[in-house]
């Protein structure tokens, strides 16, 4: 009986050696089957075409998303002189102009606002043969307390007045509509 057994640890021994083989074979071919994987996935990504092979391993990332452009700010929101000089004195040009009125002069400055004598930011605005008007910022910003003055031309102006008191949402086309209102009010641009 001690013959048999002994053989018979020889057989298991034998046997567990060739099944510990086998399953350290299946590991091994796995494990390079998923390296395999990953760089053909590499290479696949970096030409734009779809991975030709199943992908076995989970621990690959997924692509990474492009975030969404960032909106613009509202042209309101720029800087005080970005807005005056790139968008409110172009657009208030243009609005005069489609009303068959020339403008002699339009700029700003930080100086004297008319009458009051106070320094403040003020779009001075001359009309060809119509009238001047001057648009005055308290700060250096579209939010702040504003006045508007007018006059026929070659005259001072005699009278200020509050100009978007009551608004809370200072706006481009506002800003424009209003002087134009001012004005037409005043029969300068236009008959009521």
């Known amino acids: 009986m001690e013959e048999n057994s002994v053989p018979n640890n020889d057989v ?45 391993n989970e621990n690959v990332s997924p692509a990474k ?12 929101k720029k800087p005080f002189q970005e807005f005056i000089n790139i968008h409110l004195i172009p657009a208030l040009i243009e609005e005069i102009n489609q009303r068959g009125l020339e403008i002699n002069n339009i700029n700003l400055k930080n100086t004297n606002r008319p009458i009051a004598k106070d320094k403040c930011w003020v779009i001075n605005c001359e009309i060809k043969g119509t009238c001047n008007f001057w648009l005055s910022f308290e700060k250096e910003d579209i939010s702040s307390l504003k006045s508007i003055s007018l006059s026929k031309p070659n005259q001072k102006p005699s009278i200020i007045e509050s100009f978007l008191i009551d608004e809370k949402r200072i706006t481009l086309k506002l800003i424009i509509s209003r002087i134009l209102q001012r004005l037409n009010g005043q029969k300068l641009i236009g008959v009521n």
Not at 23 to 46: A, G, M, R, Y
Not at 65 to 76: A, F, S, V
């Open 65 to 76: 998303t492009t975030p969404n452009p960032k909106k613009e700010l509202p042209i309101e």
């Open 12 to 56: 298991n021994n034998k046997i567990s050696d060739n099944t510990n083989q086998s399953n350290f074979e299946e590991i091994k071919e796995t494990t390079s089957e998923k390296v395999i994987n990953k760089n053909e996935i590499n290479s696949n990504l970096q030409n734009n075409s779809p991975p030709k092979v199943e992908i076995k």
